[in-house]
């Protein structure tokens, strides 16, 4: 991946609906080797898909909860139930098995508190955990889906 690419992943993360001419335009290319690198860039599963941002507020989704769980079982059957289970669970937008205290990290997106309690009994009712913390976020402060492309180039250069 060169720096062309990555100029091309900076734009496409900002703004995906863009035509491949004003992508080319804005990274120096015309449109078919433009077009050319972003069919490689999808091949290679650089690129996985391309997507709209919604305003979860605007929709009626105002509630963003942090749920960490702890597990007493750390066996290959049960994390491969867990993670069928919560992968299920529309309310679950990330889903991380983490390295610490916490066993495994979910960002849950909800209406409101009733609708995390029926989130939650679900949870708890599905697979045996040990401990479930959820932390309520009071205000969204920065949200990006951008990866910092620019970052990664100085730190794989040097």
Request: charged letters at 25%.
């Amino acid at each position: 991946m060169d720096a062309i690419d990555r100029k091309i992943l900076a734009v496409v993360q900002q703004d995906a609906s863009l035509s491949v001419a004003e992508i080319g335009q804005r990274v120096g290319l015309s449109s078919t080797p433009c077009w050319k690198r972003l069919q490689k860039l999808e091949a290679e599963g650089v690129i996985t898909r391309r997507v709209a941002l919604i305003d979860p507020d605007k929709i009626g989704l105002g509630i963003t909860v942090f749920v960490s769980v702890e597990t007493g079982d750390h066996s290959q059957d049960w994390l491969k139930r867990f993670a069928e289970v919560v992968s299920a669970m529309p309310e679950v937008m990330e889903f991380y098995r983490m390295a610490g205290d916490v066993d495994y990290m979910l960002r849950v997106v909800v209406k409101d508190m009733q609708s995390y309690d029926a989130f939650y009994k679900k949870l708890i009712e599905t697979v045996a955990l040990k401990n479930v913390t959820s932390r309520f976020a009071m205000e969204r402060i920065k949200q990006t889906t951008a990866l910092p492309i620019a970052e990664a180039a100085r730190s794989s250069a040097a």
